[in-house]
């Protein structure tokens, strides 16, 4: 089994800046693909950014391109997350995910094997 654990989230004015981190652990190998989503009440659960296990390739959504950057570190199999340049829209709780199956990148949610409990970012006006 494995367990996900996501920390960072909080209050942020608008403009400012955020780094989320998300630690795997239990008794398995390290993770291939990783990802991050979020939510926002009512809505379905949408793709933020994903790394392959090498960190050599990453995918993001249009709406984070420019201002998100995934990274991970598998020694400590663990992934982050840096948000700059934050906007009111980017409020939403943050998930991490990892894949099991998928060794690139990986949008789709039904990619993912394990996700973390999600942590929550708000940007004020």
């Known amino acids: 089994q494995v367990q996900l654990a996501e920390s960072g989230g909080g209050l942020v004015q608008a403009g400012g800046s955020l780094r989320l981190s998300c630690a795997a652990s239990?008794?398995?190998?390290?993770?291939?693909?990783m990802g991050w989503f979020r939510q926002t009440p009512g809505k379905e659960r949408e793709f933020v950014a994903t790394?392959?296990?090498?960190?050599?390739?990453?995918l993001y959504a249009d709406s984070v391109k420019g201002r998100f950057t995934i990274s991970r570190d598998n020694a400590k199999n663990t992934a982050y997350l840096q948000m700059n340049s934050l906007k009111p829209e980017d409020t939403a709780v943050y998930y991490c995910?990892?894949?099991?199956?998928?060794?690139?990148?990986?949008?789709?949610?039904?990619?993912?094997?394990?996700w973390g409990q999600g942590t929550q970012v708000t940007v004020s006006s």
């Open positions: 239990g008794r398995t190998f390290r993770p291939y693909a």
């Open positions: 790394i392959s296990w090498t960190g050599r390739s990453t």
């Open positions: 995910a990892a894949s099991y199956t998928i060794d690139v990148v990986a949008t789709p949610r039904r990619d993912y094997d394990y």
